[in-house]
């Protein structure tokens, strides 16, 4: 299986949503036409990523990137708004793959840290660990800010 992790495009909006209603039982039908809808105008906005893992041209897993800016934390703060995988291919790295770009985009675009909801599966939560993310409260949270020491 070779991955690739690049931005979504329009045309993979249909597939995407597919995937959101099938790892995720709690869509539904509404709310995932609803979700389609956002998807389309996340594409265009500056502040959102959209982001999807193929292999080939199946859509194995999506994910969004949300931006705002934080007082408490002293600038923009990255939140995992959407992370979803074909049932069955968790284990392939999909997720480890989502979440290293997530890092990625959100180091690019001037975030201090990049927050999620702690996964309810305890192998989940490994994986959000292994990449550095920490539970904090409700949230899992990963700094982004690199010490003083690892610059220059």
């Not at 199946?58 to 074909?86: H, I, K, N, Q, Y």
Request: charged share 25%.
């Amino acid at each position: 299986m070779e991955l690739q992790v690049r931005e979504a495009r329009l045309t993979d909006i249909d597939r995407i949503v597919g995937l959101m209603g099938r790892s995720d039982s709690r869509w539904s039908l509404d709310k995932l036409n609803d979700a389609a809808d956002v998807l389309r105008q996340m594409i265009y906005l500056p502040n959102a990523s959209l982001i999807v893992c193929l292999d080939g041209r199946m859509v194995l897993g999506a994910c969004v990137l949300a931006l705002r800016p934080s007082v408490a934390a002293t600038g923009l703060v990255g939140m995992v708004d959407l992370l979803a995988v074909e049932p069955g291919h968790e284990l392939d790295g999909v997720v480890d793959a989502l979440l290293r770009e997530l890092m990625r985009q959100a180091r690019n675009k001037g975030c201090v840290a990049l927050e999620g909801n702690v996964p309810e599966e305890p192998a989940d939560l490994a994986r959000w660990e292994s990449v550095g993310f920490t539970e904090s409260g409700p949230q899992m949270r990963l700094p982004l800010v690199r010490s003083a020491a690892a610059i220059w």
